[in-house]
T-cell receptor, first 112, second 112 residues
Framework: DAGITQSPRHKVTETGTPVTLRCHQT?????MYWYRQDPGHGLRLIHY???????DKGEVSDGYSVSRSKTEDFLLTLESATSSQTSVYFC???????????FGSGTQLSVL | GQNIDQPTEMTATEGAIVQINCTYQ??????LFWYQQHAGEAPTFLSY????GLEEKGRFSSFLSRSKGYSYLLLKELQMKDSASYLC?????????????FGTGTRLKVLA
């Protein structure tokens, strides 16, 4: 599993509330990614990070912000959650062999 | 921009061979990946192609033609446990950083 964990695994929240999802890795990988997965859309890149304090937007970044203050943690924040952000969120890290991605177990987020 | 196309759904019989196609358009191409994802689980790595040709790994093979923007995943001796979604993904370099873009996935049903 490349030492990657996501928390929480499940969350239910109300529209308009802030939500933060955490991705933690133990193997000092440089690149970390946040994706959301929805039926009919597949995995879509939200934001990614290529080092401490170095982040960039993906294809669906509106309504999301990220922070990476230390190598092991990559946080995804929904400043004011909306029902359209109900989704499964996956964190991934880029491995050193074949550059493949390793995924966390995912977070099921429901915004009511 | 970047675009990846793959069929939405395929059905095959246990013991048969199935080929899942993927076409892509991207700049800064670095490699093509195939992932398997069972329902309710995270994607797991299957194969990686960076050069043209066929890569074989047990019952699974993947082919890449960079000039045609085309790849396929070949699954032989299908088993019931192969029922899953298969995700085609492209790694691309943008401004010196690495992004991974996924297709919407092909849901494979293996029938007895």
């Amino acid at each position: 599993d490349a030492g990657i964990t996501q928390s929480p695994r499940h969350k239910v929240t109300e529209t308009g509330t802030p939500v933060t999802l955490r991705c933690h890795q133990t193997e000092n990988h440089r690149y970390m990614y946040w994706y959301r997965q929805d039926p009919g859309h597949g995995l879509r890149l939200i934001h990614y990070s290529y080092g401490v304090k170095d982040t960039d937007k993906g294809e669906v970044s509106d309504g999301y912000s990220v922070s990476r203050s230390k190598t092991e943690d990559f946080l995804l924040t929904l400043e004011s959650a909306t029902s359209s952000q109900t989704s499964v969120y996956f964190c991934a890290i880029r491995g050193r062999v074949n550059e493949k991605l390793f995924f966390g177990s995912g977070t099921q987020l429901s915004v009511l | 921009g970047q675009n990846i196309d793959q069929p939405t759904e395929m059905t095959a019989t246990e013991g048969a061979i199935v080929q899942i196609n993927c076409t892509y358009q991207t700049s800064g191409f670095n490699g093509l990946f195939w992932y398997q994802q069972h329902a309710g689980e995270a994607p797991t790595f299957l194969s990686y192609n960076v050069l043209d040709g066929l890569e074989e790994k047990g019952r699974f093979s993947s082919f890449l033609s960079r000039s045609k923007g085309y790849s396929y995943l070949l699954l032989k001796e299908l088993q019931m446990k192969d029922s899953a979604s298969y995700l085609c993904a492209v790694s691309a370099t943008t401004s010196g950083t690495y992004k991974y873009i996924f297709g919407t996935g092909t849901r494979l049903k293996v029938l007895a």
